[in-house]
């Protein structure tokens, strides 16, 4: 009965911001009726004993108001920082000097989209450093959305190119990688060298193909007409367009800096998102003072990096909160665990429990909105579950683990999809249309590498 609870109210929700409701309420909505019907039915518990308040109905809140909490001084944080800095860059004329200084040599190219490709495959490249998909997807739609736009494509294009560059968790520091190879008994190493890499090397060519095609033909259907940025004088009377060309390194300091400080490179200076944004306005407002001698223009411009902080805050760390609220309801029900409990029985052979293992997973990335969640939830039960149909833990955890940050590229609610389409001024749900293809590829070549090793060892 909970399954089927779970599975109306998710409907209910869905058709609810199909038909254009603020999905932030709907979704707290959804959220709170799973976990009150959990708490009275005994399905389940909204808080844990020693984070409850005393009262079932008070505990919904509760949970609302730590997640929010949480979400504000962390993730939320980065999201701010990171959305407000653009704001400043766009506001200094820094991005469109950006755009400037690099959109001749790519239009040589004659091809946008093949420039849209390559850029899913350099995100994937850089986010060996960067483990965070929404912090990855940020400073990309930073540095490299505008390019993208100067070239011609559509808005929703270029942020599925750049809200996809982490779609697979494939770095050999990422915390899913190194549960992954503890839980199966391999060093972390051989573990990224032996199995990820290859899968990450074949999907290079397969997703970055249906990136090419997909915005292409999508943007065509849409009737988006590529028409690249006119490379023409600056206007002198607008400030913003008028500013010198080498305004364009102001924008890529903090990922230069994040890049820089990083077992890449410096160990011995630590950096993150916050801190490398910081520096960067810090540099960008010298910059402006000695444009123009005025420091009562220079502070007053400020204030759209504080503006910055404020829009995020509402349109992007509430939906954010909305969608983790929703799913710890759906966690309350006990939905996914009985998926699981469920799937056991059926005597499935170790493939076939492998793609059940991938499809639960999948399905609770989407609509939880979150990759690690689902993954590392599950992930301590995968060598029981390998043992019980005589499959090695590797080859279904590996999968597990790559289906999860796959999936989660196909949720509305997930942070790096609200963060993207929050910066890049779409919809999160015309997005993932856009997502969809590209990461089902994603997903293929998960599936299709792993009955490789499956077959091969």
Known sequence: MGLVISALVTFCVGFLIYKKYKPQPVLFLGGMILMYIAAIFGYG???????????????????IRATMSSNAGKLGMNIMAVGAFARYMDKIGASRSLVRLTIRPLLALKSPYIVLSGTWVVGMLIGLCINSASGLAMLLMVTMFPILIGLGVSRLSATAAVATTLCFDWSPSDTGTILSAETAGLNPVVYWTDYQVPIVLVAFVVVGTLHYFTQKYMDKRDGHVVQPMEVEKPAEDDPADSA????????????ALILSFSPLWITSIKMNI??????????????????????????????????????????????????????????????INALISGSQGFGFGPMAMMLVMVAIITFSAIVMGSGNAPFFAFAALTPAVAAHTGLHPVLMLLPMHFAASIARNCSPITAVIVVSSGMGGVSPFDLVKRTAIPMAGAMLVNIGMTFFYYYRG
Request: aromatic share 14%.
């Open 45 to 63: 518990t909204i808080l844990p004993a020693k984070a409850a308040t005393g009262s079932t109905f008070f505990d919904a809140f509760e949970f």
């Open 244 to 255: 010198p060309l080498w305004y364009a390194v102001l924008p890529v300091i903090p990922l």
């Open 274 to 335: 916050v801190m490398a944004m910081f520096i960067g306005l810090f540099i960008g407002a010298c910059c402006e003072y000695m444009r123009w001698h005025d420091g009562k223009k220079v502070l007053g411009d400020i204030q759209t990096f504080f503006d910055g902080l404020g829009m995020q805050m509402a349109n992007v760390i509430t939906l954010i909160v909305a969608g983790q609220t929703f799913a710890q309801g759906l966690l309350s029900m006990g939905t």
